[in-house]
């Protein structure tokens, strides 16, 4: 039987830096090799507590990206996307990556060594299901100008995953990106991205709000998840989606192979969540965030509860996503420069993870606060 590891079992090891400053670290990620890249390699979760048009345009002021969520009408989502301005984003030079540090198979100057400011052709993705109305919905959502559509579907290596993917493709080649998942396997990764998919979404039952590993116990440590996707040769890119605290845990997704990590719980309870902020009696502040799974989030969007593999809770209100972001992207910089890493995969390629034990684990939180 195969031990898979998580976040928690594992720690990045120091190694020798020239980096002089983590400002002199780049982040720049693709989600595919025509540009379409991001100077924060962060994507927000499509949840409808999640990813709204502030969510959207918060991510995109910060170099991220935002998908907004499916749990609305046709008209609902076409006016997330429809409220967004097309901007120009400034691209890192990197120069040549030597040939041993290049992505899966690419040997070719990357990134691009862009001299003036690109104009980016994405705009806000937006997430579809695999069944019922998800073709219209695509079809809405490309002519409103969307060109980054996420089949998103709990379960990704299915039939229905394949259908609906083959039916994009079909429809609309190469004009969009197509985001798919989840999976939790190298063959699931391989498969969908063999059915079309640009960029995959890496992790199940992971999350903060999910309940899918106690309800039906399936899963694997996204963690372990990540590194098998990475190592199976297969060039789609890695979202890494669930089970993510920190800004530790981030770096560590990428050292293991992620070219993007995905949000909720970091991003929850924000003033650009969707919601309301209410107080409680005591005067504390909060939000509402649930799992798309959960009972509440079911009866609101379908009329009923089928399954439950998502709770809904509330959470403490956090203020500004900005400044999470803002820290997240400080720390993730700093990681890299404790691997020596200028970029994302000279840290994939430098860094080197050992197993630490439960003690080790207690010793790394601040422990003068544990009684």
């Known amino acids: 039987m195969k031990t898979a590891l998580s976040f928690d079992d594992v720690l990045l090891v120091p190694r020798k830096s020239e980096i002089k400053s983590r400002e002199d670290v780049f982040l720049y990620s693709e989600l595919k090799e025509t540009f379409f890249g991001f100077n924060l390699p962060i994507i927000s979760s499509p949840m409808d507590t999640v990813t709204g048009k502030?969510?959207?345009?918060?991510?995109?002021?910060?170099?991220?990206?935002?998908?907004?969520?499916?749990?609305?009408?046709?008209?609902?989502?076409v006016d997330m996307i429809t409220a967004q301005e097309p901007e120009k984003r400034q691209l890192f030079s990197f120069g040549v990556y030597p040939a041993k540090l290049a992505p899966r198979g690419i040997t070719a100057e990357y990134p691009p060594n862009l001299e003036e400011p690109y104009t980016s052709r994405t705009t806000p993705g937006a997430a579809i299901g695999a069944t019922g109305d998800y073709l219209e919905r695509a079809q809405e959502l490309v002519k409103a100008g969307c060109n980054l559509i996420c089949v998103d579907v709990a379960h990704?290596?299915?039939?229905?995953?394949?259908?609906?993917?083959?039916?994009?493709?079909?429809?609309?080649?190469?004009?969009?990106i197509l985001i798919a998942g989840n999976v939790a396997t190298a063959k699931g990764f391989k498969d969908l991205s063999k059915w079309g998919a640009d960029a995959i979404r890496v992790g199940i039952g992971g999350g903060s709000i999910c309940s899918?590993?106690?309800?039906?116990?399936?899963?694997?440590?996204?963690?372990?998840?990540?590194?098998?996707?990475?190592?199976?040769?297969?060039?789609?890119?890695?979202?890494?989606?669930?089970?993510?605290?920190?800004?530790?845990?981030?770096?560590?997704?990428?050292?293991?192979?992620?070219?993007?990590?995905?949000?909720?719980?970091?991003?929850?309870?924000?003033?650009?969540?969707?919601?309301?902020?209410f107080s409680s009696q005591d005067g504390k502040k909060y939000k509402v965030y649930r799992g798309m799974a959960s009972v509440e989030a079911q009866v609101d969007w379908r009329g009923q509860a089928k399954s439950l593999e998502g709770i809904s809770t509330t959470i403490p209100y956090?203020?500004?996503?900005?400044?999470?972001?803002?820290?997240?992207?400080?720390?993730?910089?700093?990681?890299?420069?404790?691997?020596?890493a200028e970029h994302l995969l000279d840290l994939y390629y430098k860094s080197k993870f050992i197993r630490q034990t439960q003690a080790g684990m207690r010793e790394s939180f601040t422990h003068i606060l544990t009684k």
């Open 54 to 77: 502030k969510m959207i345009n918060s991510m995109k002021d910060y170099g991220g990206l935002g998908i907004a969520h499916r749990y609305c009408s046709i008209e609902e989502q």
């Open 156 to 176: 990704g290596h299915h039939v229905s995953v394949r259908d609906a993917l083959k039916a994009l493709k079909a429809q609309f080649g190469d004009d969009i």
């Open 212 to 277: 899918t590993r106690l309800q039906t116990g399936h899963g694997v440590p996204t963690l372990q998840s990540i590194i098998d996707c990475a190592e199976s040769g297969c060039d789609a890119k890695i979202i890494a989606d669930g089970g993510i605290r920190n800004a530790g845990d981030i770096v560590k997704a990428y050292a293991a192979g992620a070219d993007f990590v995905m949000l909720g719980s970091m991003l929850a309870g924000t003033d650009q969540t969707p919601g309301q902020v």
């Open 318 to 340: 956090k203020g500004c996503v900005g400044k999470i972001l803002q820290n997240l992207e400080q720390n993730i910089r700093s990681g890299l420069s404790y691997s020596g």
